[in-house]
């Protein structure tokens, strides 16, 4: 008989404490004297942190909401005016009916020039902030008044560390990424100013477990009109009359779908249709009218299109064109596009930056850090500069739930690993 030696079990705990301390000890070896300054700072100012996102998350900041948005800008003003960076607030003119943008800027000479980008605003009215266990709560949690925080926190360590002072840094904060106004040239450019003089692009928008985000899909909007010959129904296909608005936008939509449907990273989706004998439309909303004996005569139909690249955004606007001009007999159609948010195409110097925080993740002890499906975020800031400079996304709190609904919530006990990834990836890019 083979007999086992039983550990008693404060033998193990003690031998589990033990390799623990030694796991700790090697990636202590693996960050030098300021870097772990950096990180005994986060680690005791954690409280800190969470108390900070309680507060800003209190303040309802949707987007229309102007005042709200400028007040949560001001409590993270005067926390960058503290660290001794430059720091002001760039008004949108009144017709635009948004609050404006948070900038900070250090002065330093040190490194790379690191654009960091976040946003003040929500999409609703808020649920206030609370606790249970590790989880936090609250309208904008995630998206993004956490990110904001971490990456707050980050530039604190930093400054705590001494090395703050010695970077080029830009800091923007908009008011209103949840529902940017136009033109891009007046909302986003001062953004696109910063990155013109940047050499990359840090965005901390929420963490989608243990990946960051090198891609994200653009967004565009389109409006198919369609108008037909009207009269009763009894003469619908004849020659005389035709097959009718309803038929043709069908004919569109389908096409649209055998065509497009498949295409790896882009999606359409006809939003509002409205088809009738007469139809009236505004903004999103509008009505239509009609008889079951009458052959209608007008059909709306606005919707959205998602896409990876300008290439490919470009391919699918013309292919729509195409299937567009193949009127059904008696009908006639037309569609237009109008630009959003650009796509943040995956590039190789976003590996490469992303290849850099797996580095540092690896050296805390953290683990691997790969790159999210562009597929799986939607659209976001940082796309108005990926086509100037490199950049990486999703480097904020981690949580679960609907960003845009309500019970959106993040998990606080997070935040340390995440301040110190983000942390120490800007030290080391400013070097």
Known sequence: MNMQKTIPFSKLVQILSLISLAALAINAQKLNSDEQKIVDYIDKHSVEAVNLLEKTVNIESPTEDTSGVKNVGMIFSKELEALGMSVKWIDMPAAQKRAGHL????????????????HLDTVLRGEKFRR?????????????KGGNVIALQALKALAAAGVLKDTKIVLMFTGDEEDSCDPVA???????????????????????RNTATVGRRGSSSWALEVEAKTGHSSQIFRESMGNGAIFEASRILNEFREALGKEKYLTFNPALFLGGTTVETKDSNGSASGKTNVVPAKVVVNGDLRFISEEQKE??????????????????????????????????????????????????????????????????????VSNIIPGLDGIGIGGGGNSHAKGEWANVDTMPMLTKRAAILIYRLTR
């Open 315 to 384: 391919a699918a606007r013309a292919k729509m064109r195409e299937i567009v001009a193949k009127s059904l007999p008696g009908t006639s159609a037309k569609i237009t596009f109008q630009d959003g948010i650009p796509a943040m195409t995956p590039v190789e110097g976003n590996y490469t930056i992303l290849k850099q925080l797996d580095q540092v993740s690896q050296d805390l002890g953290f683990g691997k850090v790969e790159a999210l499906d562009p597929g799986d975020r939607g659209a976001g800031d940082v796309a108005y």
């Open 186 to 208: 007046i909302c986003r450019g001062d953004m696109i100013a910063a990155a013109k003089r940047s050499d990359l692009a840090l965005s901390f928008e929420g963490t989608v």
């Open 103 to 118: 900038v900070a800027e250090s002065n330093g000479s040190k490194g790379k020039r690191i654009l960091i980008l976040g």
């Open 132 to 144: 249970d266990g590790d989880k936090v709560y609250g309208t904008g949690i995630g998206d993004m």
